[in-house]
Structures are given as structure tokens and as C-alpha cells.
């Protein structure tokens, strides 16, 4: 299995454990876990790899995981994730370094943030983009295209099939979504 975001992929976000057999049957070959912590995660990992899906986590949203060298090369070793998303363009860089997935979420909060997103990233060498929130992603594709070729994903307030469409028709290639019925199972 590659790296690579396949184009129009929902890809689940777990934040309930009790879903996670849903997202395991969807097609997408990867899987968010939101709320992961260092008890559970090498377990998850295992039945996500069991069924051939790629792990992703946000690095902030882990329990128990120091954010340091040691900790990230933990995530690699011992807990086997496939990637990270995660805001923090520093860290990515490290996850990069580590031969693992590095997508950077970008928070559109106004248009100073987006700048300074962008420019931040300028100098990594990453997988994708998340733009957040999703709808509002479409506001700023163009200028998002300007500034870079990575494969754009959206998240956050995504909830309606006619919102997915809408993303994907506007040139966005993935969403991660924890709204289950988007999913599409198998």
C-alpha cells in the first residue's frame, strides 16, 4: 500500500471507539484515530493494518505522548502509525525525518493565518494540506493552489453528502470526517 491520498477519499475520523469497525469496512485506505492515547494505540494500529488501512493520528490529540524525539520515534516503532496531522509545522518536519506520512492542518481563521500557514510549510516537505474549516476551504483554494501542489484535504463542519460533492468538484482530493454516515462502507 503507498502513501498516496487517492482522489475524492473520505476518510473516517475516530473519535469513538465504538466506531471503529464502521470506518474499517469503508473504502478509504486510511484511517484518523482522534482519540488515540498510548494504551490503545498499538492495538488500533494492528487492526487497522489488519485489513491493509493506514494509520494516521493527531499528534495533539494522543494521551500520554510526549512530543519529543523519543516519543515520536515511539509512534513509529513501537505503535507502527502510518502518519500525522498535526498544526505544528516543526514537528512535522521530525515525523517527515522518521520516513512516516506528515500533513499539516491549517486553521483558516482569517487571512493572516493563512499566509503564515502557507508560509510556513513552505520549506517542509509534506504529504498534503488539511484546510479547516472544510466548507470555508473553497474560499481559498486558488490561493492555497498558488502556493502549492499538494494534495488538499478539508475537515471540520462537513456533515452533508452534498458538501462532500461540493468539496470534491472544487478541486479538494480527501476529507477527514468523523460524521459516519459519510463513510460509505463496503
Same mark, same amino acid.
Given at each position: $500500500?503507498?502513501?498516496? !491520498?487517492?482522489?475524492?477519499?473520505?476518510?473516517?475520523?475516530?473519535?469513538?471507539?465504538?466506531? *471503529?469497525?464502521?470506518?474499517l469496512k469503508s473504502p478509504s485506505p486510511f484511517?484518523? *484515530?482522534?482519540?488515540?492515547?498510548?494504551?490503545?494505540?498499538?492495538?488500533?494500529?494492528?487492526?487497522?493494518?489488519?485489513?491493509? %488501512?493506514?494509520?494516521?493520528?493527531?499528534?495533539?490529540?494522543?494521551?500520554?505522548?510526549?512530543?519529543?524525539q523519543i516519543g515520536l520515534k515511539m509512534l513509529?516503532?513501537?505503535?507502527?502509525?502510518?502518519?500525522?496531522? /498535526?498544526?505544528?509545522?516543526?514537528?512535522?518536519?521530525?515525523? %517527515?525525518?522518521?520516513?512516516? !506520512?506528515? !500533513?499539516?492542518?491549517?486553521?483558516?481563521?482569517? /487571512?493572516?493565518? *493563512?499566509?503564515?500557514?502557507?508560509? &510556513?510549510?513552505?520549506?517542509?516537505?509534506?504529504? &498534503?494540506?488539511? *484546510?479547516?474549516?472544510?466548507?470555508?476551504?473553497?474560499?481559498?483554494?486558488?490561493?492555497?493552489?498558488?502556493?502549492? /501542489?499538494?494534495?488538499?484535504?478539508?475537515?471540520?463542519?462537513? /456533515?452533508?453528502?452534498? $458538501?462532500?460533492?461540493?468539496?470534491f468538484e472544487g478541486g479538494i482530493k480527501g476529507?477527514?470526517?468523523?460524521?459516519?454516515?459519510?463513510?460509505?462502507?463496503?
Amino acid at each position: $500500500m503507498n502513501n498516496t !491520498i487517492p482522489n475524492q477519499t473520505v476518510i473516517p475520523s475516530v473519535r469513538n471507539l465504538k466506531h *471503529l469497525d464502521l470506518a474499517l469496512k469503508s473504502p478509504s485506505p486510511f484511517i484518523l *484515530l482522534s482519540e488515540a492515547h498510548i494504551g490503545n494505540l498499538q492495538l488500533l494500529t494492528k487492526r487497522c493494518h489488519a485489513v491493509n %488501512k493506514k494509520v494516521l493520528v493527531h499528534l495533539d490529540l494522543i494521551g500520554g505522548l510526549s512530543k519529543d524525539q523519543i516519543g515520536l520515534k515511539m509512534l513509529r516503532d513501537l505503535y507502527k502509525i502510518d502518519g500525522v496531522i /498535526s498544526p505544528n509545522a516543526n514537528l512535522l518536519k521530525r515525523i %517527515k525525518d522518521l520516513g512516516l !506520512i506528515s !500533513i499539516q492542518r491549517l486553521f483558516l481563521l482569517d /487571512s493572516r493565518s *493563512l499566509e503564515s500557514g502557507l508560509k &510556513a510549510m513552505e520549506e517542509r516537505h509534506l504529504d &498534503a494540506l488539511e *484546510l479547516l474549516p472544510g466548507p470555508f476551504s473553497l474560499y481559498v483554494i486558488e490561493k492555497v493552489r498558488k502556493a502549492t /501542489s499538494l494534495p488538499l484535504l478539508a475537515g471540520g463542519f462537513i /456533515s452533508e453528502d452534498r $458538501m462532500v460533492k461540493k468539496l470534491f468538484e472544487g478541486g479538494i482530493k480527501g476529507i477527514t470526517t468523523s460524521e459516519k454516515h459519510l463513510w460509505k462502507t463496503k
